[in-house]
Every structure is written in C-alpha cells, then in structure tokens.
C-alpha cells in the first residue's frame, strides 16, 4: 500500500438529493479501491458527518495541503468537473467518467478513467493527449440467477428513466395480456425481484437526450440478466459495451408496438434464461474489477511521479481553437493547392 497515493473520492453529499445511482456507483468504487490504497471522502456541496468537506480544506490552505497534497482528488460528478478541477489546479486529480457528452475539455495533466468503453471512445477523441483507462461498474455477487422453480412476474419495468412510449403505450398493452410490475422508486432487495421476473424492459434513450448528457453504464439491464431475466433494452451509448440483440437480449421499440409485443408475450409464454454466462460477467465481478483497479492505479502513480519532476511541454491538446486552427491550415492548403492545379492548367493550354 505504500506504493500508492492515498484517493479523495469528491462527492456532492450522501444523501438526500444526490442519493442515485451514480452515487452508489462512485462509492462502490472507493470501497474496492480500500483493498488496493487509503481512501477517503470528501463532500463539497452538502455537509456528512465524520466526512471531510472540500471547503474547509481549501480555506484552510496548510490543511489542503496536508490531506489532499499528498494524495489524488477524484472527480466524477458530470455537471461539476470543471468547476472542481479549476479549484484543485494545484493539487493531482484524475477524472472518473461515467456520462459523457457534457461539453468540458480536460487539461491533458488529468487522467480520464472511464466506466465504459463508450465514455472511453468519447474520451479517446476529445482527449487524445490525455491518458485513458477502462475500468467498468460491478456487478455485485447477490446479482445472479437463483434458478427458482417459478418467475411469477412476467414483465418487470422500473419507471426511473423509462420512455414516454414504454410508460404510455407498451406497458398498458402489456397488462391486458400478462402481468406486469412497475417498480417505483427504491427497491431494497431488487437481485430478489430481478430472480421472479421473466422479462425486464429498459428504454432509456428518451431519458438521456433530454438531459442531454449519455448513458454511462446501465447497470440494471446487466443486473437483470445476470440474475436470469430476457431484457428488451435501447442501446444508446454505455447500454452497447454489453447488450447484444440477438444474441443475450432484445432490441426494445423496434419498428411498431405490435412487434414489440409479439416478441415480449412469445418470451413470456415460452420462458428460457439469456445466453450469459458466468465467464462473460467476469469482467464486471470484483476480482477483475480489483485487478484491472490495482493496474491503473500503479500507472497513474509512476505518471504523477513523473509530473512532479519534470519540465515537459506536454503535446498540444485537441481544443476548439486548435481544431478551428487545424481547419483553417487545412482549407488553406485545399486552396493553394486548387489555385497551383488551375495556373498549371493554363499553362499546358497556352
């Protein structure tokens, strides 16, 4: 453990209004990285008790210095990141991104680790010069099928986040014809109701183009088939590392309401599990989790070792006014190149 910088998880508060899945998510994460280095964490919006807050530390300068100085910050709430990595200018920070899409730049001293290969490949174009790393969400072990002799619900919906067209179209159609449970809110032991379920029905796309921001990871869909459900899923953004129709799911809103219920109710009269197996969740099971964890948290280590003694001029990074440059370089020399081809024709002409 000595060999590694001790990691300040920064979080808006615990509780109340920020109490989400990307709240658990984060802090899942600070619990498995406690097996590999020191974690904290650190609220800087709404006051926890027995937790550190981020103002106190950067009023009191000698303090910050003392804790954060001589650790890692960790960012990772969307809508914020900017504003906080301004703030930790001269403290090491790392960006843990779950959505994508929120329009800020990093500079390329932040490394960027991401929850999925989507948010990866978002990353890898806007931040060329910035190191990168995957590192996806786990699935908890309580998250598998228990093999019950009977799924007495047929089709399972949670309402967070569910399309107009699944909440007003799909389900009514669906209740006339087989039961269907609608989860509202906090479920406290959902692999239990995810086991009884035959069917699960995720359409988020609606959701995250209204933010504006993507789909990080999905957890619930994964969730779900690993505890033995047939999801009929979209596939926006994170939704693809895993989901593929045809294969270990469905593809939710194709084409007509008939056809989605022609294929939804042929699942529930003739129930079989999902194609996934155990060896394909392995790469969302804390072991590997924890190892590719302990990997990127020894690189990025040697990588602020090297910040902290060194002089480089770090590569230029893809900003809005290098790309307006690069743009402008290159139409120029469309140009040029257009005016030499026609005096070169005139020529031969004359």
């Given at each position: 453990?000595?060999?590694?910088?001790?990691l300040?998880?920064?979080?808006?508060?615990l509780?109340g209004?920020?109490a989400?899945?990307?709240?658990?998510a984060e802090?899942?994460t600070?619990?498995?990285?406690?097996?590999?280095c020191d974690?904290a964490i650190?609220?800087?919006?709404?006051?926890e008790?027995d937790?550190?807050?981020?103002g106190?530390?950067?009023?009191?300068?000698?303090q910050?210095?003392?804790t954060?100085?001589?650790?890692?910050?960790?960012?990772?709430?969307?809508f914020?990141v900017?504003?906080l990595v301004r703030?930790?200018?001269?403290y090491?920070?790392l960006?843990?991104?779950?959505?994508?899409?929120y329009?800020?730049w990093?500079p390329?001293?932040?490394?960027i680790v991401t929850?999925?290969?989507?948010?990866l490949?978002?990353?890898?174009?806007?931040?060329?010069?910035?190191l990168?790393y995957?590192l996806?969400?786990?699935?908890?072990?309580?998250?598998h099928?228990r093999?019950?002799?009977?799924?007495?619900?047929?089709?399972?919906?949670?309402?967070?986040?569910s399309?107009?067209y699944?909440?007003q179209?799909?389900?009514p159609?669906?209740?006339?014809q087989?039961?269907?449970d609608?989860?509202?809110?906090?479920?406290?032991?959902?692999?239990?109701?995810?086991?009884q379920a035959?069917?699960?029905?995720?359409?988020?796309a609606?959701?995250?183009?209204?933010q504006?921001v993507t789909?990080?990871?999905?957890?619930?869909?994964?969730?779900?088939?690993a505890?033995?459900?047939?999801?009929?899923?979209?596939?926006?953004?994170?939704l693809?590392?895993y989901?593929?129709p045809?294969?270990?799911?469905?593809k939710?809103?194709?084409?007509?309401?008939n056809?989605?219920l022609q294929r939804?109710?042929?699942?529930?009269?003739?129930?079989t599990?999902?194609?996934l197996s155990e060896?394909q969740l392995a790469?969302?099971?804390?072991?590997?989790?924890?190892?590719r964890l302990?990997?990127?948290?020894?690189?990025?280590?040697?990588y602020f070792?090297?910040?902290?003694?060194?002089?480089?001029?770090?590569?230029?990074?893809?900003?809005?006014q290098?790309?307006?440059?690069?743009?402008?370089?290159?139409?120029?020399q469309?140009?040029?190149k257009?005016?030499?081809?026609?005096?070169?024709e005139l020529?031969?002409?004359?």
């Open positions: 453990m000595g060999e590694f910088r001790k300040y998880f920064l979080l808006p508060g509780r209004r920020y989400c899945g990307g709240l658990w802090l899942k600070a619990q498995i990285a406690q097996e590999i974690t650190v609220t800087y919006r709404q006051r008790p937790t550190l807050f981020l106190d530390l950067l009023k009191h300068r000698s910050g210095a003392e954060l100085g001589r650790g890692i910050t960790v960012v990772s709430w969307g914020d900017p504003e703030k930790l200018q001269p090491l920070t960006y843990h991104a779950h959505s994508s899409a329009g800020f990093l390329p001293q932040v490394p929850v999925s290969r989507n948010t490949g978002y990353w890898g174009q806007r931040a060329p010069s910035s990168l995957y996806p969400n786990e699935i908890s072990p309580e998250f099928n093999h019950l002799p009977q799924r007495t619900i047929d089709v399972l919906v949670q309402a967070r986040k399309s107009s699944l909440l179209h799909l389900i159609a669906l209740q006339s087989c039961r269907v609608v989860l509202q809110g906090f479920v406290e032991d959902l692999p239990s109701v995810f086991n035959k069917v699960y029905l995720y359409d988020s609606e959701y995250w183009a209204i504006g789909e990080g990871f999905g957890l619930q869909p994964l969730e779900a088939m505890c033995g459900c047939q999801v009929f899923s979209s596939l926006n953004h994170g693809s590392d989901l593929d045809g294969f270990n799911s469905h939710i809103g194709a084409y007509s309401l056809y989605d939804i109710l042929a699942i529930v009269q003739h129930y599990p999902p194609s060896t790469e969302y099971r804390r072991p590997n989790i924890l190892d302990s990997t990127i948290l020894t690189e990025i280590n040697h070792d090297y910040l902290q003694h060194t002089n480089d001029r770090p590569i230029a990074p893809l900003s809005p290098r790309i307006l440059s690069l743009r402008w370089q290159r139409n120029w469309k140009l040029k257009g005016i030499g081809n026609r005096d070169w020529k031969i002409r004359n």
